[in-house]
């Protein structure tokens, strides 16, 4: 009797296709949902690939980065994290981007207030087509949910930049105070020529 993929995670029948680069690379074999093994997607692979020895402790690293902003009470920018340079041998493939906010159950409309994107200084690129909200990324009683669940994957050596955008002709009678608010980046940074075994 076969089991579904959430029930045996990873393994699958004999005779499923398996992954793996190069070929003669061990690998694990493909999960199976409802009978069907499951293609060889991005995360899929880059799993596949770390369990083989395709890419190594060396060439895989985490990275968490933060970037925080201060509001003062006429709606202009006191003080915001600087842009972040990533090491040269590294792409870094951004996975997450979670919002925060300092005392967030006495927000008010300053959420609202505030819009971001996150800047790659290397190709001069925006990884939003447009500016996400921070309310988008805040629930009342100062649940975090994330904002962004993909892949978006920089040039090596790239610039980190988060650029906010204020509504100030609002701010003053709406929020008139100061806040502090900022976004947290997390991904991997994987070597840009990985070590061949």
């Known amino acids: 009797m076969r089991r579904g993929f959430g029930e045996t995670p990873g393994i699958a029948p004999p005779g499923s296709p398996k992954m793996g680069v190069p070929g003669q690379v061990p690998t694990a074999d493909m999960p199976v949902l409802r009978g069907i093994p499951v293609p060889p997607g991005a995360l899929v692979q880059l799993y596949s690939d770390l369990a083989s020895g395709v890419l190594a402790p060396e060439d895989m690293r985490v990275e968490d980065l933060k970037f925080t ?34 005392d967030p159950d006495i927000a008010g409309a300053a959420p609202y207030l505030v819009d971001f ?19 988008s990324t805040l ?15 920089t040039v090596p050596g790239t610039d980190l ?27 991997d940074l994987v070597a840009c020529t990985p070590r061949q075994p």
């Open 117 to 135: 994107n996150i800047r790659e200084n290397g190709r001069n690129f925006d990884v939003f087509k447009r500016p996400v909200s921070m309310q």
């Open 139 to 153: 629930s009342p009683g100062g649940v975090v949910p994330t904002t962004f669940d993909g892949v978006y994957i």
């Open 69 to 102: 902003v201060q509001i003062d009470p006429a709606g202009n920018i006191v003080r915001q994290t600087n842009a972040v340079t990533l090491v040269s041998r590294y792409n870094f493939a951004i996975k997450k981007v979670i919002g925060f906010m300092m």
């Open 161 to 187: 930049d988060v650029a906010w955008f204020i509504d100030t002709a609002r701010w003053p009678a709406l929020v008139g105070t100061t806040k502090e608010l900022g976004i947290q980046i997390v991904g």
